[in-house]
Nanobody, 122 residues
Framework: VQLQASGGGLVQADGSLRLSCQASGLSLYSYTMGWFRQAPGKEREGVACISRGGSAYAVDSVKGRFTISRDIDKNTVYLQMNSLKPEDTGVYYC?????????????????WGQGTQVTVSS
């Protein structure tokens, strides 16, 4: 299994970015996929996830601004990030778990991508 995250960059506050996670060696029908982030000096935290059945979930701090989606044909998961804030800065990781339901528990994820840096300037 390989997860390749991309799409990060430097953006001004209120700007937008779309992250992509290209998955290989697994089917999005069989894995719940999640996006996590880690800011300098802080623990990794969940951002959003989409279950095997396609149910999406986002944490309160990004709800209404971030949207997770997937393209089954491309085996790719996306994170559309709008109205970005400086506190959204961090390394963003995509991950996969065999859990059937949406979960943001880091320890339940089996596979992790390499991360992509998102920096939001004020």
């Amino acid at each position: 299994v390989q997860l390749q995250a991309s799409g990060g960059g430097l953006v001004q506050a209120d700007g937008s970015l779309r992250l992509s996670c290209q998955a290989s060696g697994l089917s999005l029908y069989s894995y719940t996929m999640g996006w996590f982030r880690q800011a300098p000096g802080k623990e990794r935290e969940g951002v959003a996830c989409i279950s095997r059945g396609g149910s999406a979930y986002a944490v309160d701090s990004v709800k209404g601004r971030f949207t997770i989606s997937r393209d089954i044909d491309k085996n790719t998961v996306y994170l559309q990030m709008n109205s970005l804030k400086p506190e959204d800065t961090g390394v963003y990781y995509c991950a996969a778990t065999t859990r059937n339901t949406a979960t943001m528990t880091t320890d339940l994820y089996n596979y992790w991508g390499q991360g992509t840096q998102v920096t939001v300037s004020s």
